[in-house]
């Protein structure tokens, strides 16, 4: 029997840090590791408005955790996990959990650079906005411009973002710019269903809808002059971000698997607080098809947006070809904000082999990980927080402390704070529309209600979100960005 | 059936529906329609044709994921929307629908998916209740 979420209250946190607090093991009796929340007074008084740390408590029950559930400043209310929440889970019996990973796999974002001014590329901007919304296919299964064969989406499952450099999609520098270099491995197609073939198939190429967009900004303001630099990333340019995922292909395998396992916790006598936290342990037969699959979902989104910045490049070099020197797009980093990823960190003295889940949360690993290109090596991996629409947008780098204190991970977003309900009843989209262009930023929207519901009050406050990572040190400034062109489906 | 059977509950990121139905075919019927109207889905004109579903399940909140699923796969896996549905659970949990499905114009709000989160078919004295939490 599922039994509502008990919220905790501000009594049953107790503040570790200025901007870093815990929810005791005591709190509950279910509870094998603490919460952790990173946030500030006005943040957490957010946090406590829904049930996001109810939900972080039930996390906090899932068989082979260690350490401790990170929740982020921009947590909200999700379905099982809340999103903004990263738990850990011990190889090779813990848990992998579909729910709290989340059904858009691989969800996550891209930020191209540009070397165009925007003083010189401003009349233009409603044409690029156009042009972007033209060559991005967007909405409802909307069929995308890479239709695939079962044997290519075969190749897509297990390739990713390699497969679509093979095919033309990709230009030098943007695989290794990417996080994994766009390819999960341990992904088998046999674990997908006949179901999220057929939806995978057609839609490789497209955006979506919901909170997914392409949004062109300018560079504001810089924080880090070599992170930037290194990123090619100066004040008053250009820059693309592209935040989608894998469409209905991985919406198709976490329904499958969280419908799957919901007898497999019986079977390995599992008790959850929440169905929707389904899960088994990694090893198990039904853990390690799931991992697969979800693999499989992630390298069809590293696909995706390898195409969407092709689709992006096409739009930039038709709107400005002839009319600035440089009309390429050069990417910064790739990276997933829904995600399990085997990995290894220290626990205590201790280097442990963990699953961590990431549910609207941001790989943030700090200098020296290898796996990052070269020029970022020394600095940190890159990190890229979309803002809410019309709204800055930031662009961080993984820390010292990101890898100490949350399983090297960061914030994902401005997460939301009013309901898609109360949205859509206090704001409309035709005015919201008209708010944002006379605020200098052009849109290009396949549904007024769906911009209504992603309006920019409906999030929190991201430059507040971004000074709490920044201040407890699971992240680094290196850029705020300022939107001037925003396409959704 | 008389009377509203759904109504949408506040939810910080996502979309949850509460339903009712004098009994499981009922409440699985108006969670469909409810889902239906609340992504906006919209018909254009075109051949209709006729399909059939067959479920079995567990326990009564599998069923509806299960049977929510369905719908969900019509709009986004076919570009098709159900009307006329009917549909009847017989004992123990079978579940045994009809609809007619015509072309999908397109969606004002779309669905990725039905989640387990917090759902509980509740029975009272007016029949069965429960909130469904869709991923949007």
Redesign the interface.
């Known amino acids: 029997?599922?039994?509502?979420?008990p919220r905790p209250q501000k009594q049953d946190l107790v503040r570790q840090s200025p901007l870093m607090w815990e929810i005791p093991v005591s709190f509950r009796s279910d509870m094998r590791v603490p919460v952790r929340l990173f946030a500030d007074e006005a943040l957490v008084e957010d946090a406590l408005g829904?049930?996001?740390l109810g939900q972080a408590v039930n996390a906090a029950t899932l068989p082979g955790l260690v350490s401790h559930v990170t929740v982020m400043p921009d947590v909200?209310?999700?379905?099982?996990f809340p999103?903004g929440g990263v738990a850990a889970t011990r190889l090779p019996d813990g848990v992998i959990s579909p729910?709290a990973i989340?059904?858009?796999i691989n969800c996550g974002v891209r930020l191209l650079a540009s070397r165009i001014a925007y003083g010189e590329a401003e009349p233009r901007i409603p044409e690029l906005a156009s042009a972007l919304y033209a060559h991005c296919p967007s909405?409802?299964?909307v069929k995308g411009s890479v239709p695939l064969s079962s044997k290519d989406l075969d190749k897509v499952c297990r390739e990713g973002a390699r497969w679509a450099e093979q095919k033309g999609f990709a230009q030098a520098g943007d695989l290794e710019a990417t996080e994994e270099e766009g390819t999960i491995s341990g992904a088998e197609p046999s674990a997908i269903s006949p179901?999220a073939r057929?939806?995978g198939r057609p839609q490789l190429g497209t955006l979506?809808?919901?909170n997914h967009f392409v949004e062109v900004d300018v560079v504001d303001q810089v924080f880090h002059d070599e992170a930037a630099t290194a990123m090619g990333l100066e004040v008053g340019n250009l820059v693309v971000q592209i935040h989608c995922g894998s469409r209905?292909f991985g919406?198709q395998v976490?329904?499958d698997y969280?419908?799957e396992f919901?007898?497999a916790i019986a079977r390995y006598g599992i008790q959850i607080p929440?169905?929707?936290l389904?899960c088994a342990p990694l090893d198990s037969p039904e853990g390690k098809s799931y991992f697969a699959a979800m693999a499989c979902a992630a390298n069809y989104a590293f696909a995706n947006r390898q195409i969407l910045a092709d689709h992006a490049r096409t739009a930039f070099d038709e709107v400005f070809r002839g009319r600035v020197r440089d009309t390429g797009l050069t990417q910064v980093y790739d990276i997933a904000h829904n995600m399990g990823k085997i990995e290894e960190h220290k626990i205590e003295s201790d280097t442990v082999r963990v699953c961590v889940h990431r549910k609207g949360a941001t790989r943030a690993f700090g200098p020296g990980f290898e796996g990052l290109p070269p020029r970022y090596r020394r600095l940190g991996q890159p990190v890229l927080v979309p803002g809410s629409m019309g709204t800055a947008s930031w662009v961080l780098l993984g820390t010292e402390g990101s890898m100490a204190l949350a399983f090297g991970s960061t914030c994902h977003g401005a997460g939301?704070?009013?309901?898609?309900?109360?949205a859509k009843r206090s704001i409309r989209g035709d005015r919201l529309r008209q708010e944002l262009e006379d605020q200098g930023v052009r849109v290009r929207a396949g549904?007024l209600?769906?911009l209504a519901?992603e309006a920019p009050r409906a999030y929190k406050d991201v430059d507040a979100v971004v000074e709490v990572v920044a201040g407890a040190g699971i992240a680094a400034k290196v850029a705020r960005l300022r939107p001037v062109a925003v396409v959704k489906? | 059936m008389g009377g509203v059977r759904y109504e949408e509950v506040e939810h910080t990121a996502d979309w949850a529906l509460r339903v009712r139905g004098a009994t499981m075919g009922e409440l699985c019927q108006v969670a469909a329609s409810a889902m239906l109207a609340a992504c906006g889905a919209r018909s254009s004109d075109g051949p209709s044709s006729e399909r059939s579903v067959r479920l079995e399940a567990a326990d009564r909140e599998t069923l509806l994921v299960q049977w929510l699923e369905e719908v969900l796969f019509a709009l986004e896996g076919r570009s098709r929307i159900p009307v006329r549905i009917e549909v009847e659970v017989s004992p123990p949990l079978s579940l045994s629908a009809t609809w007619e499905e015509v072309p999908l114009a397109g969606i004002e709000k779309p669905i990725k998916a039905v989640t387990f989160h917090e759902l509980v078919v509740r029975e009272d004295t007016e029949g069965l209740e429960t909130t469904i939490v869709f991923d949007v």
């Open positions: 029997m599922t039994l509502k979420t829904d049930a996001s909200h209310q999700g379905y099982g999103i729910g989340g059904y858009d909405g409802v299964g179901r057929e939806r979506g809808a919901g209905g919406h976490c329904s969280v419908r919901q007898p929440d169905r929707e389904v939301r704070r009013m309901s898609r309900h109360q549904s209600p769906g519901e489906g």
